[in-house]
C-alpha cells in the first residue's frame, strides 16, 4: 500500500450497538470506566488521583464495587491513611505502579509502620511524596532489609528535626526525573544527584543544611541539562573568582527562597533562555539595592515574554509577609498555583518598611502592569499617605482592569476608594476605566462592629460610595458581588445599589459582625513553607538604621548606603500622616494619630 493511500474504513457491516445500563455492564466495562476516570484525571492533574476522585463509582452497585476491588489501577495511587486503608490499597493494587504520599510527620510507632508497609513494595515505587519526622526515619533505619527502587521517578521528602539520617540510601539506585528535599544535609543526599544528574528535569532544595560556594552550585547545575525546574532555599557563600555563564537551555521554573548578594549573581550568571516563571524572596537588607539591580534581567525576562493579565496581592496581615503577582493567565488568582511571570515575596519589612515594598514594586514592575485585566487584592492595607499614594500611582498603570476581586479584613489600599482624587474642582476619575466588576469575598467593609467608631467616615464603604457619586465614570456597567463578607448593614447595600445599579449589586445577604483578634494583629506569622526564613521583624531595626546612617556593611567591600537608597527611601519626612489601621477597613486620611512612628 502506497504511503498517500487513505487507510481503509472497517467493516461495520452487522455491528450491534450493545444496550448496557450501570446495572448489566459486564465487569471488563467497568473495570475500563475506572481505569479511564483514573488515568483522565492523572493527566489533567499530573498526579494520580486521590480516592475522592473515583471512589464514588463504588456507590453505583455491589457489582461495580466488587468489578473496581478488582482493578488494580485506580488502587494505586495511595494517598496514606490507617493501616487498614493503606493494606486495602497495597493489596488491591496488585503490581501497578505505587504513587504514594502523605504526611508521616508525627514520629509515633503507627506512622514508622505505615512507611515500613509502603517500603516493602519498593520494586513498585515509582513515585514518593511525603513529610516524615526523623524518629520514624531513623526506626525503619534500624529494621532495613529494603529493596531497590529501580523504577522510581519522583522522590519528594520533607523531613522535621535537625539530625543527620542515612534513610535516603534506600534510593541511591533510582534515576529520578524529579527531586524535592527539605530538611536535610547535603551529604544526606548528593549520591541521589550524582545517579540523576542527566534525568532530573525538577530539583528542589530547601532548608538544606548546606553552604556551597557559588562556583559549586553553579558546577552542579551545569550537570543538569534536562532541568526544567529549580526551587532554592539555600545560602551560599562567595567564591574568590567565580564562573562566567552557565547555560540552562531548558529551565522555565526558577524560584530563589533567599535572595542575597550571592544568589543575585548567581542569578545573573546563569542563561536561561526559555525562562517563563522568576520567584524571588526579598528581605530587608543594606545590600537590597545591589541585590535588585542584579537580577533585573531576569525580572525582565520574565516579564516581557508574554503580556501578563493577572496581578495578585496577598497579605499574611499588618507589617506581614507580602506577595505580589504578575501573570499571564488572567484568571489566576493565586501565587500558590502560578506558572508563569513574577513573583516577589517580602518579609520581614513590618510596617515601616511598607514604603520600601511599593517602592520596590513600582520602580521594577510598572511598565508591564498595562496589559493587566484581572488585579486581585487580599487583605492588604497601607498605613501612611506616601505609600497609599503609591500604590495608587501604581493602579493608574494598570488602564485595562476589568475584573477587581477584594478578599479580607484590610483594604485600606485603596484609600480614595476606586477613583483618582479630584484636582481643586474637577471631577473625580475612575481608577480603573475598563472595570466591568468587582466582587467582594469576606472583606470587612467596616473595621469593627463600632459604627459610630472614629474611623467610620473613612470605612469602605464610604471610599466606595462617595467618590463614584462624583466620579466621571458610567458605574451603570460595573457589577458588585458581595459573599461572605462582614459588618455590611442593608442600608449601605442600598447605598451601593445607588450609586452604582439596583440590578448591578448582587448581595448573598450575609450580616455578620466582627470585631479584630487583637492577638492575631499583632502576632508575627510563624514559618510556614519554603518562603519562609529568619528575618521576622528586622525591618524595623533595618528602617531606623538606615534612617541613622548607622548601618553595619559586615564583610561585603564596596558597598555603600548609596547603592541602597535608589531603592529604600531614607529621607525623613516629618510631614508625614500615619494612617493605622487596626481593623483594616478603615482609612484615616484626616487623623494625626502617629501609631507607626518610623521613618523610612
Not at 493494606?87 to 508525627?106: A, I, M, Y
Not at 525562562?275 to 525582565?300: A, N, R, S
Not at 493567565?329 to 511599593?358: N, P, Y
Not at 567591600?557 to 483594616?584: N, S
Amino acid at each position: 500500500m502506497s504511503p498517500n493511500t487513505p487507510p481503509l474504513e472497517p467493516d461495520m457491516t452487522g455491528y450491534v450497538k450493545p444496550n448496557y445500563t450501570a446495572a448489566t455492564a459486564p465487569e471488563e466495562i467497568i473495570s475500563h470506566i475506572a481505569s479511564f476516570v483514573v488515568e483522565d484525571t492523572r493527566a489533567r492533574d499530573n498526579e494520580a488521583p486521590p480516592p475522592s476522585k473515583w471512589f464514588s463509582l463504588t456507590a453505583v452497585c455491589k457489582r461495580w464495587t466488587n468489578a473496581i476491588a478488582n482493578t488494580a489501577a485506580p488502587w494505586a495511587g495511595i494517598t496514606i491513611g490507617s493501616i487498614e486503608s493503606l493494606q486495602k490499597f497495597l493489596s488491591r493494587s496488585r503490581n501497578e505502579p505505587l504513587t504514594v504520599k502523605g504526611d508521616l510527620s508525627d514520629g509515633d510507632e503507627e506512622n514508622a509502620e505505615k512507611f515500613s508497609m509502603v517500603m516493602q513494595h519498593t520494586h513498585r515505587l515509582q513515585s514518593l511524596c511525603i513529610s516524615v519526622s526523623h524518629s520514624v526515619l531513623n526506626r525503619l533505619v534500624s529494621l532495613g532489609g529494603y529493596g531497590l527502587t529501580p523504577h522510581l521517578e519522583v522522590l519528594e521528602v520533607t523531613k522535621t528535626g535537625l539530625e543527620r539520617t542515612s534513610a535516603l540510601q534506600w534510593f541511591s539506585d533510582s534515576q529520578l526525573r524529579i527531586l524535592r528535599l527539605t530538611g536535610f544535609h547535603f551529604s544526606d543526599f548528593s549520591f541521589l544527584l550524582d545517579t540523576s544528574l542527566t534525568a532530573l528535569t525538577e530539583l528542589s532544595l530547601a532548608n538544606i543544611e548546606w553552604n556551597p560556594v557559588v562556583d559549586e552550585m553553579l558546577n552542579l547545575l551545569g550537570q543538569l541539562p534536562q532541568l526544567k525546574r529549580l526551587q532554592l532555599g539555600i545560602v551560599m557563600t562567595w567564591s574568590l573568582n567565580p564562573s562566567e555563564t552557565t547555560s540552562l537551555p531548558a529551565l522555565r521554573y526558577l524560584a530563589l527562597y533567599n535572595l542575597g548578594a550571592t544568589e543575585a549573581y548567581l542569578l545573573f550568571v546563569l542563561d536561561t533562555p526559555s525562562l517563563e516563571y522568576l520567584g524571588l524572596k526579598i528581605v530587608p537588607t543594606l545590600h537590597l539595592g545591589y541585590i535588585l539591580y542584579t537580577v533585573q534581567d531576569k525580572i525582565d525576562q520574565v516579564c516581557t515574554r508574554a503580556p501578563l493579565r493577572g496581578c495578585g496581592m496577598h497579605s499574611e496581615g499588618p507589617g506581614g509577609k507580602f506577595y505580589y503577582m504578575l501573570t499571564e493567565d488572567a484568571a489566576s488568582k493565586t501565587c500558590i498555583e502560578q506558572d508563569t511571570g513574577l513573583l516577589l515575596v517580602f518579609e520581614g519589612f513590618g510596617i515601616a518598611g511598607e514604603h520600601a515594598i511599593t517602592d520596590i514594586v513600582y520602580l521594577y514592575t510598572w511598565a508591564y502592569v498595562v496589559n493587566v485585566q484581572h488585579l486581585t487584592v487580599d487583605n492588604y492595607s497601607a498605613h501612611t499617605q506616601p505609600v497609599a499614594r503609591s500604590w495608587l500611582r501604581l493602579f493608574q498603570f494598570m488602564p485595562a482592569v476589568q475584573t477587581l476581586q477584594l478578599w479580607g479584613q484590610h483594604s485600606s489600599v485603596f484609600a480614595t476608594g476606586l477613583c483618582i482624587p479630584r484636582e481643586l474642582d474637577g471631577a473625580w476619575q475612575p481608577l480603573f476605566s475598563a472595570l466591568l466588576n468587582i466582587n467582594f469575598l469576606a472583606v470587612w467593609f467596616r473595621p469593627s462592629t463600632d459604627v459610630d467608631g472614629p474611623d467610620e467616615e473613612n470605612s469602605l464603604i464610604e471610599r466606595l460610595v462617595k467618590p463614584y457619586q462624583s466620579c466621571d465614570n458610567p458605574q451603570e456597567l460595573i457589577t458588585l458581588t458581595i459573599r461572605e463578607s462582614c459588618n455590611i448593614a442593608d442600608y449601605e447595600v442600598e447605598l451601593l445599589r445607588y450609586a452604582f445599579t439596583s440590578e448591578g449589586v448582587e448581595w448573598d445577604g450575609r450580616q455578620e459582625w466582627c470585631d479584630p483578634d487583637p492577638e492575631w494583629e499583632n502576632s508575627v506569622s510563624e514559618d510556614d513553607g519554603h518562603w519562609d526564613d529568619e528575618n521576622d521583624g528586622e525591618g524595623d531595626e533595618i528602617a531606623a538604621n538606615a534612617a541613622e546612617g548607622t548601618e553595619d556593611m559586615g564583610d561585603d567591600a564596596g558597598l555603600t548606603i548609596e547603592d541602597v537608597r535608589g531603592v529604600v527611601d531614607e529621607e525623613d519626612d516629618a510631614d508625614e500622616v500615619v494612617l493605622w489601621d487596626d481593623g483594616g477597613a478603615g482609612y484615616l486620611g484626616d487623623t494625626e494619630e502617629d501609631d507607626c512612628d518610623i521613618d523610612w
